[in-house]
Each structure stands twice: as C-alpha cells, then as structure tokens.
C-alpha cells in the first residue's frame, strides 16, 4: 500500500447467517460490505484506484477527481478523495433519483453536476468539457480499470483470511463485473479454480453478462429495464466476458421481483436493508437451489461454505423495501417462481 | 472456550455525525449473533458459569470494582450433570441465552409468557436446539413456572438472569475493551491521513493491525447507551473504570481520564426507570411500563446501575426520550444506515439527531463540548423486536 495514506476502506465482518444456513442446509457466510464507508464494496475499488493516482502524483498538490456516476461508484469516489484531501466532482444525467443526488452532495462532493440524459452522456462531459479545462482532473472509471479490480481483490482476500481457507462458493453480483474481476483474480492467484465455484448474479434487464455467454461475445444492450439500476451497465468489462469462461463461474440471471424477495428475507434475518443487487443473491439459498445448480460441478453438504458478498449500496429505503415486502409476502414458494433466464451454456473454450 | 460473542466494528457516521454537530461512531452490536448486545453479557454468564463448574470449590471471583454483590444461583456448580441453562426472558436476553447456548452445546429452555410477542417465540425457536415453553399472563408467572417446576427439578439447572448479575455485566464490558483497542488504531490513522475525513477501523474479529498497545488512548467524549435494567450501563462503567485504563501515572493532565468518560443513559418515557430513581433519589420501581419499547421495560434497575448513576466520581447523565422520537431515530436510521434496530436501540439513536440539541448541552455541562472534534461512542445495543411492517408503521406516523 502507499506510503503513508490511510486506505478508503475497511476490513468488513464475515459473519454466518444461521437463517440462510437453514435454508441452504450449507453454511452460509455473509461479507458486510454494505459496512463500508461509501455504503457499498466500491469503497475498495474506486478507493484503491485514487489511492494509486494519489501515489502517483507525488509532487502534485492538486488533483480533481471526476465521475460519472449517480451511484454507488460516485458516492465512493467522493468519499476516498475526500478522506485523502482531495476535492471530487460527480456527473449525473438530469433523471436521476433526487436522493441519490442528495447523497453525493452529504457525502462532501465539490460539485455535483447534472447533466446528459444517461451515464455515457455524463462520461462525455466529463472528458470533453470538465478535463480539459483543469489540468488537476482525474477521471475516475466506474468499474473497467484493474486498480479497481485490485482493490476489490481484498474482498476475497480477507474473506479467505477469515474463513481459515477457501470457501466452495462464492455468490457475487455482477453489473460492470468489477467485482467478480477482483474475487476470480485472488482465485487464479491462489489456483483455486478447481475447488472454488463463482456463482455471478444479474438481474433480468441488466444481464449484460448473462447475455454477452449466449451471443458467444461481449454484447452491449440496448437498454436496461431492471430495477436494479446499481447492475444497469449495458456492457460489462472483456475481462469478466473472459472470466465468466471459466469452467467454475456461472452466470444466473433473476427477476426484480426475486431479487426483491431476497431483500425481505435479509430484512427478516439478519435486519440488514438492502438494494436489488444484493437481494439477487440471497434466493439460491432456498429450495435447494444451490445443490441443483451446482450438480455437475460440486457436492454442496452441510459442511460447505458459501459466501455471499453483500456488496452493499445505496439505493434503497424503507418505504421500498416494505412496497416490496407487501406485494410479495405470502407467495408461493421461491422455487416456483424463480425464472433463471440461462444457465452458462457449455462455452466454446477461449483461446488461453 | 468458544466466545459466544464477537468483536463488532466502530464505525463513524457521515449521517450521525453531521445531524449531532460532531462524531459519531456506532459501536455495531446489532451484529451480535443474537442480533444485540446481550450476546457478551448472557454469553459470558454462561461461560463463566461453565468454566467455574470444570472448577468445583473455585470462589466466585470478585467483581472489578469491589462492590459487594450478590452472587447468583448459577455461580455454584451443583452437580456433574451437564448444565442445562434456563431464562425467563421472551425478549433479547431469551435469544441471546439460546444462542450462546447453541454455541456451546448446551441445553436451554426459555419459558415465556403468553404476552410475548409471537416474532420472538419464533426467533427464539429458531435458534433450534432450545425449548421455548409458552406459560403465565405476567414474566412473574413465568418465572415462577421456571423456577418452581423446571429449575427445581433439574439437577443441572442454572438459572439465567437477563441482567442484574456481575458475569453479565463482565462480558457487556467486553465493548469497552474493544473500544480502546479501535480507537488507538483510529488515532494511528489519522496521524497518517493527509486529509480531514473519516476513520481507518477493522471490523474483523481477528487481533487488527499493530498498534502500540501499551498506549491507552485519549477516551472519548461520551459514551451513549440504552437502559433497561441497566446491564450494560453497568458494563461499560466497568469497562471505563477498570485500573487498566487509569493507571495512577498519568500520561498527561489534561487528558481526561478514561474512569470520567461521561455515559449518557437513554431511556423511553414510561420505560424510564433508571431517570425516576435518580430524580427520586433511591431506586424505586415504576407502577407499570407505558412504553412500546418493551425491551427497555424493567420497572427497577439493579442497584448497581443507580449506584453508578448517583455516584459524583463519574460522569453518568440520564435522557429520556419519547417513543416518538426512538421510532423516527429508527427509520431514519434504517434509511441513513441501512441497518434495522429495536425501538430501545433507536432512543439512543435519537439523541444524536436530537433537535433540541441535549447531547451537546448535556457535554457542555461537563465541559467535554468541542465541537466537531467531539468524539461520541454510540452503542448501537441492536434488538429483534424490529420488522418491516414495523419500520413502515413508524415511518408513516413521521
């Protein structure tokens, strides 16, 4: 780490749910990223990525941090260059959810700019209007760049730590695949690929990923339509499209409406509220999912321990969450309902 | 033996902080395994209980501050029948005690009375491994059922009281030793941060980074905490008297002692039986509980918490809130920090959003007020007796 400066993130608890233990009659281990500073697992990623533009920028006493993001990453940003001294400035287009803009400002943005009607518009701006006229400017990626998957590598580096060992399955959500990018590095680092399943999780109408495996290519899509609007990247990184590969990595894609059962049943269990984009992790505990889904690769018993990295996030209230509780308590069985859009199909092998 | 408890994160909070005018940190023990603080306290009534039964003839050590207290059934190993714990509690002492229980492979029985709310028996069945007996109209009934017809009957009964005993008290103090330990690390980061922002803590269970751990610390301005029976109050007295944290060389005179670190105890009005004896001065029992936050309803704290709060060599303040404004602390808490905590929880929540301001005037007052550098612990003590339905409810009545 660098000299001197104090990390934008901390070590986060792993904890074992009894409830979802239960459920999954496996162990089941939940990472509490949502204790982050910034709310979410970004901390880590967009943190080490401006802890590293800090380092090297040594002689500089000056430098602007830029995002483009209404989101976690930009509530992130703001955080980590605020913690190291810095100023940071996020671009939003004009719809986004007025909370969020709140937010961004209570977290200590210098400037939060609306503009553009997506998060591409807000990139251009930031890169043909805001850079060029301040030579202090930084742009701060979102997701694609590998300090940020470095940073994000700590989540399975500690959880391993914590674990004593490896886990047999770790279940992580996928948006732009920052996440998964950093879990399969620690896992290629430690040659864990044959003993470590990586279950990667979307959400119908932001399964770029889930999308990109049947294509046989990185695919962009034409909009997102899901409500968790924290996995809304059209197009994820070519490093998790080739990750995603892997014999142990398998892409599952949920309704809202399942991710939204997982966030009541997190709510239930451990009282921890969450957006979409962790709910949609917390269903393949139930009904014997995991055992199914898993079949061919791995025997899931009560002694295997399954990581759910509960990547955290912003965007989400109690009145959401308890709309969410009303229309969907009560119902049927979650093995019922659950609607896995495509399973990763038996993939043409990428060139090594 | 297996703690069954866990070291729980201090985290500051941007939100907190900024609605108290100074920081805040969460001490997180809604992350207990039984979703509260209670976790140390009857986790460590059990342990001890079942270290000093590998021990039979072994004293009841004394408690840290020497006071005279009385010892519990549960200190004296009766037998070499495996112990069986029993509570008599419905809320989070009944969970904590089936949970620790669990953890250490022992049996336990919780009897209840029929007044208990159903989300708890349920909670508490769920644990597995426990028996949850429905009996009586009152808790008196209850126990009485437990003590009579249970207890009595059972060669390795121990009795679990949800708070007024020395073991529990010992293991609530657990936080405080923790709360050195972070805020010695959070002192290391800021003296290598460049910038003004937050902390640098782990949240890990494990021993953390190196510090100098010989080095105490400066405390913290304040200490707040929820009070029901008054357990854990007692628990972090004890914490921050210990001769551990004041040693008679001190490091510098105008650092404060760690023994007067000013805790402020929250209460809900008609819950508030810790404020009434002190402005009664002496400890008496309240009529009746017109709280909603039940976890907060024992009509008589133990002796020893209105000791401490009448004692003028410590700094503890009383603060009662309404159950309006531990509701609305919860909700805004729950959307702020995303974190789902009880009623008796949320009433400490409630003083640091406070808009009469009485954390900074009751810190004037000491003279511990410095502003934004003011440094506050909260306990955030956690609880069950929080849903959805539950959070909406309070959040529609705001």
């Not at chain 1, 500089?60 to 001294?85: D, P, Q, R, T, V």
């Not at chain 2, 290598?192 to 080095?215: C, I, K, L, Q």
């Not at chain 2, 809900?268 to 029992?285: H, N, R």
């Not at chain 2, 929880?345 to 301001?357: F, M, N, P, Q, W």
Request: glycine share 8%; aromatic share 6%.
């Amino acid at each position: 780490m660098d000299e001197g400066f104090s990390k934008p993130w901390v070590t986060t608890p792993l904890i074992e749910s009894r409830a979802l233990s239960e459920a999954a009659k496996c162990r089941v281990f939940l990472k509490l990223d949502n204790l982050q500073p910034s709310g979410s697992f970004k901390s880590r990623g967009i943190g080490n990525y401006i802890l590293r533009r800090v380092a090297e920028r040594r002689g500089s006493s000056e430098i602007h941090f830029y995002a483009a993001s209404g989101g976690n990453a930009g509530i992130a940003c703001i955080h980590a260059a605020k913690l190291l001294g810095y100023p940071a400035t996020v671009v939003i287009p004009t719809c986004a959810k007025p909370t969020m803009v709140s937010k961004l400002w209570a977290m200590g943005a210098t400037a939060v700019i609306q503009h553009g009607a997506s998060i591409a518009d807000a990139q251009e701006h930031i890169q043909m209007t805001l850079l060029p006229q301040d030579p202090n400017g930084v742009f701060v990626p979102p997701f694609d760049h590998p300090d940020i998957w470095e940073g994000n590598a700590t989540t399975m580096r500690e959880t391993a730590e914590q674990l004593g060992g490896k886990p047999d399955v770790v279940v992580c959500s996928v948006g732009g695949g920052g996440l998964l990018n950093g879990i399969m590095q620690v896992i290629d680092e430690n040659n864990w690929s044959d003993s470590v399943e990586v279950l990667a999780m979307e959400t119908k109408g932001a399964d770029s990923l889930n999308q990109s495996l049947w294509a046989g290519q990185l695919v962009t899509l034409p909009k997102i339509t899901s409500q968790a609007t924290s996995l809304g990247v059209v197009k994820v990184s070519q490093k998790t499209f080739d990750y995603a590969q892997r014999p142990n990595v398998t892409s599952i894609v949920l309704s809202d409406a399942e991710a939204a059962r997982g966030c009541c049943l997190l709510a239930e269990h451990e009282r921890m509220i969450v957006e979409l984009t962790v709910g949609v992790n917390v269903p393949v505990c139930y009904g014997g999912f995991l055992q199914s889904i898993l079949r061919s690769r791995k025997t899931i018993d009560r002694s295997s321990k399954v990581v759910i990295v509960v990547c955290g996030g912003n965007d989400i209230s109690v009145e959401m969450l308890s709309a969410w509780h009303r229309t969907l308590w009560g119902k049927e069985d979650i093995q019922e309902n659950i609607e896995i859009a495509a399973l990763r199909p038996v993939p043409t092998k990428v060139a090594a | 033996m297996t703690k069954p408890w866990r070291e729980t994160p201090l985290i500051e909070s941007a939100a907190l902080s900024r609605a108290a005018g100074c920081k805040v940190f969460m001490k997180l023990d809604n992350l207990q395994p039984s979703g509260s603080f209670k976790s140390r306290g009857i986790g460590n009534y059990l342990i001890s209980h079942l270290a000093r039964s590998k021990h039979p003839g072994e004293l009841t050590p004394p408690s840290t501050n020497g006071t005279n207290t009385p010892v519990n059934d549960g200190d004296q190993p009766r037998t070499n029948a495996p112990a069986h714990f029993y509570c008599s509690s419905g809320g989070n002492a009944g969970l904590a005690c089936a949970t620790a229980a669990a953890q250490l492979h022992h049996p336990c029985t919780v009897v209840v009375p029929e007044s208990t709310k159903q989300l708890m028996i349920d909670k508490i069945r769920a644990v597995g491994e426990s028996d949850v007996i429905v009996h009586g109209a009152s808790w008196q009934e209850a126990d009485a059922f437990l003590r009579e017809e249970l207890l009595s009957k059972d060669p390795g009964g121990v009795y679990v009281p949800p708070f007024d005993a020395p073991d529990i008290w010992r293991g609530n103090a657990t936080l405080v030793e923790e709360l050195v330990k972070q805020l010695a690390q959070l002192s290391v980061a800021a003296r290598t941060n460049s910038g003004v922002g937050g902390p640098e803590t782990n949240g890990d269970f494990r021993t953390p980074m190196a510090t100098d751990e010989t080095v105490i610390p400066e405390p913290p301005d304040a200490i707040i905490c929820s009070v029901g029976g008054g357990g854990l109050l007692n628990g972090i007295v004890q914490g921050i008297t210990s001769p551990s944290l004041n040693p008679s060389t001190s490091s510098s005179p105008n650092v404060p002692s760690w023994a007067s670190t000013p805790v402020i105890g929250t209460e809900t009005l008609g819950a508030d039986s810790m404020a009434s004896s002190v402005a009664a001065g002496e400890l008496i029992t309240l009529p009746a509980i017109k709280s909603a936050a039940t976890s907060l309803g024992a009509r008589r704290v133990c002796q020893q918490t209105f000791d401490y709060a009448t004692d003028p060599s410590l700094n503890i303040k009383s603060v009662v809130l309404t159950d309006d404004e531990a509701a609305r602390a919860c909700v805004r808490f729950a959307n702020e920090e995303r974190m789902m905590v009880e009623l008796s929880c949320g009433v400490s929540i409630a003083l640091c959003y406070d808009e009469k301001r009485r954390l900074e005037t009751i810190l004037r007052s000491l003279g511990r007020w410095r502003g934004e550098d003011t440094k506050v612990i909260l306990e955030i003590c956690g609880g069950s007796v929080v849903t959805v339905e539950m959070l909406e409810t309070w959040r529609r009545a705001m």
